[in-house]
């Protein structure tokens, strides 16, 4: 199983060479902060600037996307877009791999996706399509609009996620926060009813140590893990608080 550190937290953005140095023992890194508007915003654009982190090399580093709603008003164009940033990134940055984030594009309305099935098969096209250009990528990552069980409302083959099981690649990896945007306990257990819904393989985007919406607290402990999932957790983006969860 994979672990790994996602860069995806608000209003904050490491430099380069934050983690230079780093010994723990992580297999990925998601580079996907909000505040890089080339990712979000700016996502049909070209970040002609943009560089791997500066990271030891057993790392995978994963480039993620965030297209915004209005997506599908063309989406013939957006999608030549889409491979041609995510080609950018691979062949030119020099990532390793790629995600697509789907989650919290509209904030003022969040989690209204739950009930829209439409929606659900929209975005596993649009998966399919990149998992079909990109035939060669071992792994591509995807965080759907709904992505926790609050979220989902009790809407499951009738909903968002629905859509997305019935035409969604077997083989993309889905990201899951557990029962909650910042889960309380993720466990084998906990987690067995999405993976027994989905049969896709799932990873853990774990927000306990999460702080961008109380800048004033931090939390510690062992970092969360199971044995038959994957793991990433996006943490504080203060890096030397950072370095110490890494380590634990």
Known sequence: MFKGYIEGYYSRRLPIDAF????????????????????????????????????????????CVSPTSEFFIDIKENL??????????????????IAIFFDDID????????????????????????????SKQKNIWFCPSIYNLSLSKGIFDEGYLGGLKENLNKHIVIFW???????????????????????????????FYANDYCPRRFFLGPRRSTAEYNVMFNPTGMIETDLLLLSL
């Open 20 to 63: 230079k140095d780093l010994k723990a023992p992580i297999s990925h890194y998601f580079y996907g902060p909000k505040e890089d508007i080339y990712l979000r915003h700016r996502w049909q654009e070209l970040d002609k600037n943009l560089k791997r982190r500066i990271l030891p090399k057993k790392i995978k580093q994963v480039y």
């Open 80 to 97: 030549k877009l889409l491979k041609r940033k995510l080609s950018h990134a691979l062949e030119k940055a020099g990532f390793d791999e």
């Open 107 to 134: 904030v003022t309305n969040f989690g209204q996706e739950a009930a829209e099935k439409d929606l659900g098969k929209k975005h596993a096209e649009v998966l399919n399509e990149i998992s079909f250009h990109f």
């Open 177 to 207: 926060t557990g029962d909650n945007v910042i889960s309380e306990k993720i466990n084998n257990s906990s987690l067995r009813p999405i993976q027994d819904f989905f049969k896709n393989p799932i990873a853990i985007w774990d927000n």
